[in-house]
C-alpha cells in the first residue's frame, strides 16, 4: 500500500469514527432529555442512520411532527424496521392525525417484525381516535405483552379494564 493509499484509509477511519462519537454523543443528550442540544449533533452526522433515526425522535420530542416523520422516512428506508424510527414515525403520524397513514406505516413494519412493540402502541393510539375500540384493544394487548413494564402501560391496563 503506498503512503497515499494508507493515508486516506487512516482519514476514513477516523472521520467514521468521528461519526459514530457524535451519534454516541448525540444519544447521550437524547436520553437525558436535552433535544434542543441533541438535534445538532444528529444533523452533523446524518451520513450514519443511527443519527437519522435518534434525530427523528428527536424531532417528536421537540414537537416538530412533520419534519420527524420525513426523517423516520427516510431511516426506514435504510433500515425499514429499526424500532427507534418506527415508534418515531409512528409518533409524528398520530400527533399530525394522519391516522390511515399511521396505521397502513406500523401494519407494514408489524408484517415485517412482529415484536416492534411501540409499532403496536402507536397503531392502537391512531385506532382509538378512529374509535375502532376491538383493534385498539387488540394493539394495546399486544404492546402490554412486549412492553409490560413500559412508562405506558398503567394507563393502558386501566384503559383496558374499563373495556371489560
Known amino acids: 500500500m503506498n503512503r497515499l493509499a494508507w493515508l486516506l484509509s487512516v482519514l476514513t477511519i477516523a472521520g467514521g469514527s468521528a461519526v459514530a462519537q457524535d451519534v454516541k454523543q448525540g444519544i447521550a443528550l437524547f436520553n ?3 433535544y434542543a442540544e441533541a438535534e445538532p449533533v444528529f444533523r452533523a452526522a446524518l451520513e450514519a442512520t443511527e443519527a437519522r433515526t435518534y434525530l427523528a425522535a428527536t424531532l417528536v420530542r421537540l414537537g416538530r411532527y412533520a419534519e420527524a416523520a420525513t426523517e423516520a422516512k427516510a431511516a426506514l428506508e435504510a ?3 429499526q424500532p427507534v424510527a418506527v415508534a418515531a414515525l409512528g409518533e409524528a403520524l398520530v400527533k399530525q392525525e394522519k391516522l390511515d397513514e399511521a396505521i397502513a406505516r406500523m401494519s407494514a413494519a408489524l408484517a415485517a417484525k412482529n415484536d416492534l412493540a411501540y409499532a403496536y402502541y ?3 393510539q ?6 375502532q375500540v376491538a383493534r385498539m384493544a387488540d394493539d394495546y394487548q399486544a404492546f402490554l405483552k412486549l412492553k409490560p413494564e413500559a412508562p405506558e402501560a398503567p394507563a393502558l391496563k386501566v384503559l383496558l379494564g374499563s373495556l371489560r
Not at 391512531?126 to 374509535?131: G, V, W
Open 32 to 34: 437525558e432529555g436535552h
Open 79 to 81: 433500515e425499514p424496521v
Open 122 to 124: 402507536w397503531r392502537g
Open 126 to 131: 391512531a385506532y382509538q381516535r378512529n374509535k
